[in-house]
């Protein structure tokens, strides 16, 4: 069978067009994935990835309403549209120039009445998708396992007060290994949806954790053994399904892995949308995450501030990806991660097209997110600013509090030598104005 899928008939390859006029919606106008800032392509510093199972297994179906997206791939028995999908994704990867996806081992291959037909399904599927992958020179950014739609997993995948569920999650976890060596998956995420609890009356947290981290503990021992080269990615996220999910948050996150000891071995994939359902702002975990130099990936999606769930629409906000990116720049970028679009078309958006659209919608935000905070950054002016505000540490008692050799005592010295410190604005104003000059 050939592998070239027809199913975007009439669109064509996304091209970047920077005068297009406002109701072209077809081509960028801002990612020009060759172009050079700071040293790196755009293509370097945005590490786009499409997700398989929004875009290409999300039917629309919502806790109140039935499928609304009739795609022309979901047809035939599951394997054999399960290979629809895969040559439709292959085409719509490329159409897009997008290097990069992700996906959850069952939404690639449907699941057997046992782990073994699991498994050759999964073998079946990922022979087509690596022979596309070397076709077309696209990769794997991240592969995970979905721990969570079988039944099985209701009470918890690794936390769950059955041992043999703990298995089941942990032979699905070896497998998901051996397919993320096969197709050269560059980072392996872990997201716990079920990992929690609905009532501490029923739970005995710190038994749940302590079989979480040996889990992990496991799971780092395989990748080890198999020669897997890949970052391993905990994906935070503080409720839903879960009433209390223990990845809560980045801060809950990376204090687990070092209580375990599992730091080194771990960085974190933050979602946006989660970090906002923490009652955190927008920004808040990926600069967490960044600052103990933990952020490893971004799944770029938004939520919505008026509804308190999870929508995963696409990022189309110019200050956040501007934040975001700002970030990822001070960073050195965000290589072995990448820019994972975890965010579905509206279940009204039933035209193919807005699959296309929604996509680059969300990469010309990113690259403006880019242009905005390299301009920022080479101006130095906020950064300068930023600089200023701390510029009473270079002074000798500065340093050494900087060096974490100051006593209290020396800090009492010091109080009885100056007085009472004297007030210094915050400037946030003046702050939030100039980042606006720059958006
Ligand atoms: C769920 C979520 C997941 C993970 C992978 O909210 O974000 O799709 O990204 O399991
Ligand atoms: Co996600």
Not at 117 to 145: A, F, M, Y
Not at 282 to 311: C, K, Q, R
Request: some cysteine; overall charge negative; proline content about 4%.
């Amino acid at each position: 069978m050939s592998t070239q899928a027809d199913f975007f008939k009439g669109i064509p390859k996304i091209a970047y067009m920077p005068s297009a006029g406002p109701g072209d919606v077809l081509c960028f106008k801002h990612y020009n994935a060759g172009e050079v800032l700071m040293g790196k392509t755009m293509e370097d510093w945005l590490r786009f990835s499409v997700c398989f199972w929004h875009s290409f297994c999300g039917t629309g179906v919502d806790p109140f309403g039935y499928q609304t997206l009739h795609r022309p791939w979901n047809e035939g028995t599951p394997m054999e549209a399960a290979k629809r999908r895969v040559r439709a994704a292959f085409e719509f990867f490329t159409k897009l120039g997008v290097k990069y996806y992700t996906f959850h081992d069952r939404d690639m291959a449907p699941e057997g009445s046992t782990l073994e037909e699991s498994n050759r399904n999964l073998d079946e599927i990922t022979d087509l998708t690596l022979q596309l992958q070397n076709q077309t020179g696209i990769k794997v950014l991240w592969i995970t396992c979905n721990l969570f739609t079988h039944p099985r997993y209701m009470n918890g995948a690794a936390t769950n007060p059955d041992v043999h569920v703990l298995a089941y999650a942990g032979a699905q976890v070896k497998k998901g290994l051996d397919i993320a060596k096969k197709l050269g998956a560059e980072n392996f995420v872990f997201w716990g949806g079920r990992e929690g609890f609905h009532s501490i009356l029923n739970t005995d947290v710190g038994a749940e954790l302590k079989h979480m981290a040996n889990f992990f503990k496991m799971a780092v021992k395989y990748k080890e053994k198999i020669g897997l080269n890949c970052q391993f990615l905990i994906e935070p996220k503080p409720k839903e399904p879960c009433k209390h999910q223990y990845d809560y948050d980045a801060m809950s996150v990376i204090a687990f892995l070092k209580h375990y000891d599992l730091e080194k071995h771990f960085k974190l994939n933050i979602e946006p949308n989660h970090t906002t359902l923490a009652g955190h702002s927008y920004e808040h975990d990926i600069i967490m995450a960044s600052s103990f130099g933990m952020l490893g990936s971004v799944d770029a999606n938004t939520g919505s501030p008026d509804l308190g769930w999870d929508t995963d629409q696409f990022p189309m906000d110019i200050r956040n990806t501007t934040l975001v990116m700002k970030t990822i720049i001070e960073q050195g970028g965000i290589q072995p991660g990448g820019l994972n679009f975890d965010a579905k078309v509206r279940r009204e958006s039933t035209n193919l097209e807005d699959l296309f659209i929604a996509h680059i919608g969300a990469m010309d935000a990113f690259a403006r997110g880019l242009r905005n905070a390299v301009c920022m950054i080479q101006d130095g002016l906020l950064p300068g600013m930023v600089k200023e505000r701390y510029m009473s540490y270079n002074c000798r008692l500065g340093e050494k509090v900087e060096a974490g050799s100051a006593t209290l005592e020396d800090l009492e010295a010091c109080i009885k030598e100056t007085g009472e410190p004297k007030f210094t604005s915050g400037q946030q104003e003046k702050f939030e104005s100039i980042f606006n000059h720059y958006i």
